[in-house]
């Protein structure tokens, strides 16, 4: 019992609960206005509280003698940063590729990704605590996004006399939503949220699951409520994907030929018609080979000219979240008389694996899939450990979610945070 509680109150488990409820949930002071300075200078603030019990077990396992050999997933990681440590050096935007104020990006803010990984994936363990906390953050966290949707303006996120539905350039030019902003941001975070929390009532009679599947209906109608194609498409990709790395040999067996089958149907149905829905009228555009700049809310038009450019600079990139700043042509929006109806300059690829491939260089992309693929095969390997389940199938949601996601400060600590926690637990217990 008392080796239990040592380990229930170990200081890296706890700063972990501490960070899931925090950061999600901590609204700024100024409103979405301001939310990416507020949460950078929190995310700065937790990770220097961290650092604290990291440094005493350090240099407690020095003395000892009993520090363990890195792992792969965490040399995949130094490696990953020197990358971008070396593509900020060789960038010809000087200092702000090591940080930079717009975006509260840069290689020092990947340095902090990069450490929360080293220290979870050494130090942390995902237990039934932090379970909880995840359910609880979620839920304040869909309770406040539902009040949103009624039209309220609760914590004055919105400015003055506005709510959710002036967005989208009615009052504002974005929509926000929670205690994140940008609904992409959004969606994204709750579809990694989902399949953790449904994830971890597999194999659970009902009695014991209600309590976990309220949140995960309260988040999954959120992001339903918030129609935002990242999110939703990455659920469904990901989903997909977990469904056939979790489901029985047996069941296996049938399920990839029936995905392979509706796959075959689904893209023969999109052949021979146009439906009157955007999205789907665009993949019909598509598998004809008429894809235009408009299509994805301007996601071809930003990696198409990417795509041209990454070859100048293939080794180092342009910088760490350097694309805003590396001359890129601005997105335009035409009307149906052909005039102008918005202009929005290209900040971000909107696409997380070309982002780092443009703004860090090849080397930093081959790096960043060796540390993602190597933690998601531990995780299929580990697949029957519960704590590996949940944190795997989060995972590959939000990684499909991010495929059409721009990546932001906001979000980034959770994905580092589920990739050293999923290590650790499909990992031998490490100094």
Same mark, same amino acid.
């Given at each position: 019992?008392?080796?239990?509680?040592?380990?229930?109150?170990?200081?890296?488990?706890?700063?972990?609960?501490?960070?899931?409820?925090?950061?999600?949930?901590?609204?700024?002071?100024?409103?979405?206005?301001?939310?990416?300075?507020?949460?950078?200078?929190?995310?700065?603030?937790?990770?220097?509280?961290?650092?604290?019990?990291?440094?005493?077990?350090?240099?407690?396992?020095?003395?000892?003698?009993?520090?363990? @050999?890195?792992?792969?997933?965490?040399?995949?990681?130094?490696?990953?940063?020197?990358?971008?440590?070396?593509?900020?050096?060789?960038?010809? =935007?000087?200092?702000?590729?090591?940080?930079?104020?717009?975006?509260?990006?840069?290689?020092?803010?990947?340095?902090?990704?990069?450490?929360? =990984?080293?220290?979870?994936?050494?130090?942390?363990?995902?237990?039934?605590?932090?379970?909880?906390?995840?359910?609880?953050?979620?839920?304040?966290?869909?309770?406040?996004?539902?009040?949103?949707?009624?039209?309220?303006?609760?914590?004055?996120?919105?400015?003055?006399?506005?709510?959710?539905?002036?967005?989208?350039?009615?009052?504002?030019?974005?929509?926000?939503?929670?205690?994140?902003?940008?609904?992409?941001?959004?969606?994204?975070?709750?579809?990694?949220?989902? @399949?953790?929390?449904?994830?971890?009532?597999?194999?659970?009679?009902?009695?014991?699951?209600?309590?976990?599947?309220?949140?995960?209906?309260?988040?999954?109608?959120?992001?339903?409520?918030?129609?935002?194609?990242?999110?939703?498409?990455?659920?469904?990709?990901? /989903?997909?994907?977990?469904?056939?790395?979790?489901?029985?040999?047996?069941?296996?067996?049938?399920?990839?030929?029936?995905?392979?089958?509706?796959?075959? /149907?689904?893209?023969?149905?999109?052949?021979?018609?146009? @439906?009157?829905?955007?999205?789907?009228?665009?993949?019909?555009?598509?598998?004809?080979?008429?894809?235009?700049?408009?299509?994805?809310?301007?996601?071809?038009?930003?990696?198409?000219?990417?795509?041209?450019?990454?070859?100048?600079?293939?080794?180092?990139?342009?910088? @760490?979240?350097?694309?805003?700043?590396?001359?890129?042509?601005?997105?335009?929006?035409?009307?149906?008389?052909?005039?102008?109806?918005?202009?929005?300059?290209?900040?971000?690829?909107?696409?997380?694996?070309?982002?780092?491939?443009?703004?860090? /260089?090849?080397?930093?992309?081959?790096?960043?899939?060796?540390?993602?693929?190597?933690?998601?095969?531990?995780?299929?390997?580990?697949?029957?450990?519960?704590?590996?389940?949940?944190?795997?199938?989060?995972?590959?949601?939000?990684?499909?979610?991010?495929?059409?996601?721009?990546?932001?400060?906001?979000?980034?600590?959770?994905?580092?945070?589920?990739?050293?926690?999923?290590?650790?637990?499909?990992?031998?217990?490490?100094?």
């Amino acid at each position: 019992m008392r080796n239990r509680i040592l380990k229930t109150a170990d200081p890296v488990i706890l700063w972990t609960g501490l960070f899931l409820a925090v950061y999600l949930l901590f609204p700024g002071r100024y409103g979405y206005a301001g939310i990416s300075r507020e949460k950078t200078l929190l995310f700065c603030g937790l990770m220097a509280l961290l650092l604290i019990p990291w440094a005493v077990l350090l240099i407690r396992d020095l003395k000892n003698k009993s520090l363990r @050999p890195l792992t792969a997933p965490q040399i995949a990681a130094l490696v990953y940063l020197l990358c971008t440590v070396l593509s900020a050096a060789f960038s010809s =935007f000087g200092r702000i590729a090591w940080y930079n104020r717009a975006a509260h990006e840069g290689a020092v803010t990947v340095g902090l990704y990069v450490l929360l =990984f080293l220290i979870l994936s050494r130090r942390g363990r995902p237990t039934k605590g932090l379970f909880l906390v995840l359910c609880a953050a979620a839920t304040a966290f869909c309770l406040l996004c539902l009040l949103q949707a009624l039209g309220r303006n609760p914590l004055r996120l919105y400015p003055a006399g506005t709510n959710y539905y002036d967005g989208n350039g009615v009052k504002y030019k974005s929509a926000y939503a929670g205690t994140v902003g940008n609904v992409d941001l959004v969606s994204a975070l709750l579809a990694m949220a989902v @399949p953790i929390l449904l994830a971890c009532m597999r194999g659970l009679p009902l009695k014991r699951t209600w309590p976990v599947l309220l949140p995960a209906a309260a988040c999954l109608g959120i992001l339903l409520w918030l129609r935002v194609l990242c999110g939703l498409v990455g659920l469904a990709m990901g /989903g997909a994907v977990c469904l056939a790395v979790l489901c029985s040999g047996k069941t296996r067996k049938w399920l990839l030929p029936a995905y392979a089958v509706l796959a075959a /149907g689904g893209i023969a149905l999109l052949w021979f018609l146009d @439906p009157p829905v955007q999205f789907l009228h665009e993949l019909h555009e598509l598998l004809h080979g008429r894809a235009e700049d408009s299509f994805g809310s301007g996601r071809i038009f930003i990696w198409r000219q990417m795509l041209r450019r990454v070859p100048d600079r293939l080794f180092f990139g342009v910088g @760490p979240d350097m694309a805003r700043f590396s001359g890129l042509a601005p997105f335009v929006r035409l009307d149906e008389s052909g005039a102008v109806a918005a202009t929005a300059n290209v900040t971000d690829a909107h696409c997380l694996p070309l982002q780092i491939l443009y703004c860090q /260089g090849l080397p930093a992309l081959l790096s960043w899939l060796w540390l993602v693929g190597t933690v998601l095969f531990r995780w299929i390997r580990n697949r029957e450990d519960r704590a590996a389940a949940c944190l795997g199938c989060g995972l590959v949601c939000f990684l499909c979610a991010m495929l059409f996601c721009l990546s932001s400060i906001i979000i980034m600590p959770f994905f580092w945070l589920a990739l050293g926690l999923l290590d650790a637990a499909a990992a031998k217990p490490q100094n």
